[in-house]
């Protein structure tokens, strides 16, 4: 397999230039980036990096080399594709247009260069269906927002060679992410999977009157959520003690929300038109400063604790 220089972000919205930005971090890679539209990579990323230079994790003089290594085209027929090691889709999310994408990308790049989807639902197996090369081709799940979460799920689709995912997380790895193997495509992939079996608990418990919202919020921050950074969902099982942890289950799972649908109470909160942050009302009212602090606070956040700045 070819040493990666020469990555290529296709599509450059809100992930595609942050993952940009990312992938600019180490000097050895070239960053090229391919949208239908026009639209101004480097102001984007600026703005989205803004915080991190106020707050001394980055100087500016670094992320002046980082762009100095971003090149933007509309042009599918430039050679910031054709010389691609490594592309990483960020289209609409879209199998049709994702189908369309990787069917260009197949006719100008090399076939050995590697093919990832940064699709945060969709099957990577799925969306490489139509190429001729799936052997090269894997999931690269980044988070939003995508310069500051630190996890990339590489995702093998039933194709994908020997050698290809781990040549990807080690790019990935070289750019400061944390990236981890999915061994299968399956839906939600690793942290999605877990993030929403929460979700699906905490809105069955409003819903069957247990808690309100906001208690159900109270408890997972001043309880669980507190420590899960230090201490995650395995390590505290070993922690307890897998017999208690077969004890508890064998006494809590069968009363555990367990539906297969989503719940009622959001479909009624849908047809009531509670959209959460997009109406100002979902399972809390917001208004728009609200919503501006919720945003602010969440970078603060992740930069104290990613960097103690
Ligand atoms: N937004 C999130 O929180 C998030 C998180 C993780 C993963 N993702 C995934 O990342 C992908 C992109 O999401 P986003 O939020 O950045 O979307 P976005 O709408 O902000 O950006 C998509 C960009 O793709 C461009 N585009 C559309 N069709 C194209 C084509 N055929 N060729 C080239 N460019 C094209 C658009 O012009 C736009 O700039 C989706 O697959 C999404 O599921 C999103």
């Known amino acids: 397999m070819k040493d990666i220089k020469y990555i290529l972000v296709c599509g450059a919205g ?27 990579v480097h102001a984007g990323i600026r703005t989205s990096t803004k915080q991190l230079v106020e707050k001394g994790v980055i100087t500016e003089d670094f992320l002046e080399e980082c762009l100095s290594r971003i090149s933007f085209t509309t042009d599918i027929d430039s050679e910031l594709v054709s010389r691609a090691d490594l592309v990483i889709e960020a289209v609409f999310e879209d199998m049709k247009i994702k189908h369309e994408t990787f069917a260009k990308l197949e006719a100008r790049c090399r076939p050995d ?16 269906s139509e190429l001729k090369h799936r052997e090269r081709f894997v999931g690269t799940h980044f988070w939003n927002p995508g310069h500051l979460i630190p996890l990339v799920e590489v995702v ?6 020997d050698g290809v995912a781990e040549k990807v997380i080690e790019a990935l790895t070289s750019c400061g992410k944390k990236a981890v193997l999915c061994k299968k495509d399956v839906p939600g ?16 418990i409003v819903e069957n ?23 995650s969902a395995l390590e505290n099982s070993d922690m307890v003690g897998t017999q208690l942890t077969w004890n508890i289950h064998s006494y809590v799972l069968p009363h555990l929300e367990d539906s297969h ?30 919503i501006d602090k919720c ?3 969440l970078n603060e956040y992740l930069i ?4 103690g700045k």
Not at 14 to 40: C, H, Q, W
Not at 209 to 221: N, P, Q, S
Not at 269 to 276: I, Q, S, V
């Open 14 to 40: 809100l992930m595609g230039k942050n993952i940009a930005y990312v992938m600019s971090t180490n000097p050895n890679f070239r960053v090229g980036v391919y949208d239908l539209f026009e639209t101004d």
């Open 113 to 128: 260069c590697l093919f990832c989807t940064n699709s945060s639902v969709m099957s990577p197996s799925e969306i490489s």
């Open 189 to 204: 992939f690793i942290a999605n999977r877990l993030q929403h079996a929460l979700w699906r608990e905490a809105i069955s």
């Open 295 to 297: 945003n602010a606070d």
């Open 261 to 290: 649908e989503p719940s009622p109470l959001l479909k009624k909160m849908l047809d009531e038109g509670k959209l959460g942050f997009k109406s100002g009302e979902g399972f809390k009212k917001w208004t728009p400063e609200l």
């Open 156 to 161: 093998k689709t039933d194709a994908t060679a």
């Open 304 to 307: 104290r604790m990613l960097y």
């Open 209 to 231: 009157g247990i808690a309100d919202a906001d208690t159900v919020d109270i408890a997972i921050k001043n309880s669980f959520g507190l420590r899960l950074p230090q201490l």
